[in-house]
């Protein structure tokens, strides 16, 4: 199988769990069998908002959803049914170094799935702990060589985050993301590149400039690596912010969609565990705001290819 993904994919990611279990329910492992069955259906509300978007246009052949097994496990199965794009997650989840979720059976997970992609969550700074970046790769090599054997497609979400020192060096956070996270992210993805580390999509956070985005890109498809895709994730970060990123992305060949979650189905879901709306007015409003995405990116990507 060729190594690449050049579709648009719009993708709705809702895999968060650590982050979603203390954030959304205040809660913590082991969960009660109660507070269990209320993420799960949860998930199933914003799966709900993803097919309705899907009903009003946002089209079915680019669209996929993002979600994790230990709550998702049926929307997964659902999913595949019905021909959707389905990306799964490999990695544990609030931890800071990349782990596999399921250890050494993380393949057999994978397999029982049959996802269009298999996803690894990664926090690498080519500046940071060099141990630790070392057996992140370790494990993400292992992640890659399988995926190359069982044909299986690899998306690589990468997340830069600062050093202290780095912090210091550039003076504060907006200028770290603005002058320095650019320039790590290509040093990123050429160290893991050369160790042979090979995703089919690199989903990364979003920059300020078409000319950092089109680094990227080059970085991720030289040496012959001609397919490979890159989307843009959404980070939490708030509507404007998305917007802007989503834009940037969309003018450059080579950035072929998004993944923006959490600005997408936090607040509707929050709203309705507070009885605040319905099951269907939640729904509708996560339908609505991926729409959103979608025709930004789309009306975004359509005005750069008249300028060419």
Not at 192 to 198: P, R, T
């Amino acid at each position: 199988m060729s190594l690449g993904y050049n579709r648009p994919l719009y993708l709705l990611p809702f895999d968060h769990r650590h982050s979603y279990l203390t954030g959304m329910f205040h809660a913590s492992p082991p969960l009660t069998i109660g507070q269990r069955q209320a993420v799960i259906a949860s998930k199933r509300v914003i799966y709900d908002g993803f097919r309705q978007a899907l009903m009003c246009g946002v089209p079915s052949d680019f669209a996929g959803i993002l979600v994790d097994e230990e709550f998702g496990a049926d929307i997964l199965l659902n999913a595949s049914s019905n021909g959707y794009v389905t990306a799964l997650s490999t990695e544990k989840s609030g931890s800071d170094e990349f782990e596999f979720e399921y250890g050494e059976a993380f393949a057999q997970h994978i397999e029982i799935f049959q996802p269009t992609f298999a996803k690894a969550l990664v926090r690498f700074n080519p500046e940071g702990d060099a141990a630790l970046n070392e057996r992140q790769t370790r494990r993400l090599k292992r992640l890659s060589d399988y995926c190359r054997g069982a044909r299986q497609k690899f998306m690589f979400e990468l997340l830069v985050p600062p050093t202290n020192a780095q912090l210091d060096r550039v003076g504060g956070a907006d200028r770290y993301e603005r002058h320095l996270r650019p320039a790590l992210m290509l040093d990123t993805i050429r160290t893991l590149q050369e160790s042979g580390v090979e995703p089919d999509i690199w989903k990364v956070e979003g920059l300020h400039s078409p000319d950092d985005c089109e680094r990227v890109v080059e970085m991720a498809r030289h040496d012959g690596r001609d397919e490979v895709g890159c989307i843009v994730l959404g980070h939490g970060a708030d509507e404007e912010k998305v917007k802007s990123w989503l834009q940037i992305a969309a003018s450059v060949d080579g950035f072929i969609g998004f993944a923006v979650g959490r600005t997408t189905f936090w607040n509707p879901i929050a709203d309705l565990l507070a009885k605040k709306v319905t099951r269907e007015q939640a729904a509708s409003r996560i339908a609505q705001r991926f729409g959103d995405w979608a025709g930004i990116f789309e009306r975004a990507n359509r005005s750069q290819s008249n300028v060419v």
